[in-house]
Each structure stands twice: as structure tokens, then as C-alpha cells.
T-cell receptor, first 118, second 113 residues
Framework: GAVVSQHPSWVICKSGTSVKIECRSLDFQATTMFWYRQFPKQSLMLMATSNEGSKATYEQGVEKDKFLINHASLTLSTLTVTSAHPEDSSFYIC??????????????FGPGTRLTVL | DAKTTQPPSMDCAEGRAANLPCNHSTISGNEYVYWYRQIHSQGPQYIIHGLKNNETNEMASLIITEDRKSSTLILPHATLRDTAVYYCIVRAGGSGNTGKLIFGQGTTLQVKP
């Protein structure tokens, strides 16, 4: 089946530093990837839609200059949390739509990246 | 996309069927019902989706009422590994859909031995 990976699976960083998270579709091409954030005991919150070769579309309230998204190829999207602060500590999850699949088809989710900002 | 309402939590005995309800009374004609689940500290996993007919796959069955205002996800023989948060999501289909999935609070299913 379709597999999406994320790297790293967890990261601890100091306040003020930037952290890059990678999302890869391993066995399919994804024209669209999505980034979610999940705080403890809460549901997933969609942050942005990432389209290959174009600018990401951010959900209302998500700062595009803080959460930089790059979708440079059909198998890779990256999320960079710039100048991270403790309140950015969260579980970041990506998902990908298979380019070749039906438009009704399911999205495939990565395993998530746990970010802790000290 | 239409909103959904799910009970916050449910228990189920191991080996028994788990029936998870979802209300989506404002669903429109081109919107599909999707079910995902999230096991603790993992990414969500697709389970099943449907438009108006009942659907079944190797994981579960999806029963959609005739008026499409509610649905039920059925796990026929729940195991301890089915303990997870189950999300019912309504989303438009068709080639023009954005693909965005908006997650509600879901139902926490606890399967007990």
C-alpha cells in the first residue's frame, strides 16, 4: 500500500532555532500534500495545503512566515518551523494524495513528528 | 464541507462488534463520508468511505442511512488493537475538490478484554 514517511520522528530544539520536517511519499507521486498540527488530547488541525511547484495555501490563523512550506518535487514536501518557541511544541503530521488515484480516494498519512521546543 | 457529530467515547468488549455512530445532518449531495482512525501517537489511518450505498472492506463496514444524515461504522470483531480515536469526516468528492480533511473531535473507542 501507499506509504508516507516523515523525518525526523522526533526533535528537541532550543527556543529561537529553526526546525525542518520532511514528508515523503515513498511509492507514489503526490501533487498535493497537507500539513497538520496536533496538540495533546486535541484533534488534528489543518495548517496548510502544499501543491507541487506552487505556493502553499495556509489556513486562517496560520502564519505563513513562521511555518515555511516547500513542495519541490512530487514526492517531497518540507515544513520549516522558524524561530521556534515552546508554544510551537506539538505533533506535526503530513498527508499526501496519490496523483494517480481517484479524486475520491483516501489520503495517506505520515507517522508524525514530535517537536519539543525548550 | 458539512459538520459531523460523534459521541466523545465508547467502550466495546473484545470480540464483539463495535458500532460507531456519526451524525451529518447538513450533508449535501456531492459529499462523501470518510472514516479514519488514529492510534495513540501515530498518524491517522484510512478505514473506509462511501456516498450513499453501504460499503464493506477488510477493515470495516459503513452503513449510511437512506436520507444520508447519519452513518455507522462497524468493526465486526473488535480487538484490543482497535482501541483508537475514530474520526468521521464529510468531504466533497469530484475532480474539483480540494482534498482537505477537516477533523472533528472524534470518538475514542476503548476495546476491553
Amino acid at each position: 500500500g501507499a506509504v508516507v514517511s516523515q523525518h525526523p520522528s522526533w526533535v528537541i530544539c532550543k527556543s529561537g532555532t529553526s526546525v525542518k520536517i520532511e514528508c515523503r511519499s515513498l511509492d507514489f507521486q503526490a501533487t498535493t500534500m497537507f500539513w497538520y498540527r496536533q496538540f495533546p488530547k486535541q484533534s488534528l488541525m489543518l495548517m496548510a495545503t502544499s501543491n507541487e511547484g506552487s505556493k502553499a495555501t495556509y489556513e486562517q490563523g496560520v502564519e505563513k512566515d513562521k511555518f515555511l512550506i516547500n513542495h519541490a518535487s512530487l514526492t517531497l514536501s518540507t515544513l520549516t518551523v522558524t524561530s521556534a518557541h515552546p508554544e510551537d511544541s506539538s505533533f506535526y503530521i503530513c498527508s499526501a494524495r496519490d496523483r494517480a488515484a481517484s479524486s475520491y480516494n483516501e489520503q495517506f498519512f505520515g507517522p508524525g513528528t514530535r517537536l519539543t521546543v525548550l | 464541507d458539512a459538520k459531523t457529530t460523534q459521541p466523545p467515547s465508547m467502550d466495546c468488549a473484545e470480540g464483539r462488534a463495535a458500532n460507531l455512530p456519526c451524525n451529518h445532518s447538513t450533508i449535501s449531495g456531492n459529499e462523501y463520508v470518510y472514516w479514519y482512525r488514529q492510534i495513540h501517537s501515530q498518524g491517522p489511518q484510512y478505514i473506509i468511505h462511501g456516498l450513499k450505498n453501504n460499503e464493506t472492506n477488510e477493515m470495516a463496514s459503513l452503513i449510511i442511512t437512506e436520507d444520508r444524515k447519519s452513518s455507522t461504522l462497524i468493526l465486526p470483531h473488535a480487538t484490543l488493537r482497535d482501541t483508537a480515536v475514530y474520526y468521521c469526516i464529510v468531504r466533497a468528492g469530484g475532480s474539483g475538490n480540494t482534498g482537505k480533511l477537516i477533523f472533528g473531535q472524534g470518538t475514542t473507542l476503548q476495546v476491553k478484554p
